[in-house]
């Protein structure tokens, strides 16, 4: 009973978080709900007896909006909400698509005949899951590895405002880089 | 509780999320557009672990390989962001249709 009403508080709660990332002003606050979208989101997880995978998104989660806060800060014009605004484009249409998706999702979802028996849960998922991650899901792990690390590279790859072609020429052939400002003591 | 309670609320994220998406001009409103719709997908497969196959890892897992695509997203978006925006300005999506034409 305690389980229905806490899921039931968070999940309203989370969806009107989300819905509140597109209608309120200010950049920051539009992350900060957000946040509070994941956070109330990840507590139903806790709920099924997922206990480390709940915390590990709440404790991404509110690591990435605080690093999103400084990005939102820096690329929106109207960043303290000080004034209404609104940047939408074709809004009706995504609207309509919208309400169609969710109407066809629901449909699917009172419609398919879900398995009644619900498997016995582990008596630690958190072992399951880390059992599974070094053995029979292993691949899955050596390949999140990877990603990972060409996305580090692609990324400060991306952000790089002079990379070494600008500096050294395209053939990097230049002995000395062509600095803005030389570095060194006899610059 | 039931599956089908955890499914409605990961549709509703994924579709407030699409909303988002396909309404918001700034790139980084985008971007939060699609980190809902990838939160309805950790709801969507939490649940299904649960209440249909809690017995084997593979739900979980899943879940695993959306957080770390929702943290690659980010990072990406983020990256080509700040290319776009220092070559040429640009940090609305309207701005930035180069493979249109």
Not at chain 1, 100 to 107: D, E, K, N, S
Not at chain 2, 44 to 67: H, I, M, N, T
Request: proline residues 3%; glycine residues 6%; charged residues 15%.
């Amino acid at each position: 009973m305690v389980h229905t009403a806490v899921f039931a508080v968070c999940a309203a709660a989370s969806v009107a978080a989300g819905v509140a990332v597109f209608r309120v002003d200010s950049m920051a606050r539009a992350t900060l709900a957000l946040l509070a979208s994941f956070v109330l989101a990840a507590i139903t997880l806790l709920l099924l007896d997922l206990s480390y995978l709940g915390v590990l998104v709440i404790l991404m989660m509110t690591m990435e909006m605080m690093i999103m806060i400084v990005f939102m800060i820096m690329y929106m014009m109207n960043p303290a909400g000080l004034m209404p605004m609104t940047m939408v484009h074709n809004n009706r249409g995504a609207l309509a698509i919208s309400l169609a998706v969710f109407a066809a999702l629901v449909t699917g979802i009172f419609l398919v005949p879900w398995p009644d028996t619900r498997p016995g849960t582990p008596a630690d998922p958190t072992l399951q899951l880390a059992e599974a991650i070094m053995g029979s899901k292993m691949l899955v792990m050596m390949v999140i590895g990877m990603v990972l690390f060409a996305t580090m590279v692609a990324a400060t790859v991306l952000s790089t405002a002079r990379g070494r072609y600008d500096r050294y020429g395209d053939r990097l052939r230049r002995s000395r880089p062509d600095d803005p400002i030389r570095g060194g003591v006899g610059r | 509780m039931s599956l089908e309670l955890y499914l409605l609320l990961a549709a509703a994220l994924l579709t407030v999320g699409l909303y988002g998406a396909l309404s918001q001009q700034s790139i980084v409103m985008l971007m939060m557009g699609l980190e809902l719709m990838l939160n309805g997908v950790i709801v969507a497969a939490g649940a299904f672990w649960f209440y249909a196959s809690a017995d084997r890892p593979d739900g979980q897992v899943l879940v695993l390989v959306v957080v770390t695509a929702m943290a690659v997203e980010m990072a990406m978006g983020f990256a080509v962001t700040t290319a776009i925006f220092r070559s040429r300005d640009v940090d609305m999506v309207d701005s930035a249709t180069d493979l249109k034409d």
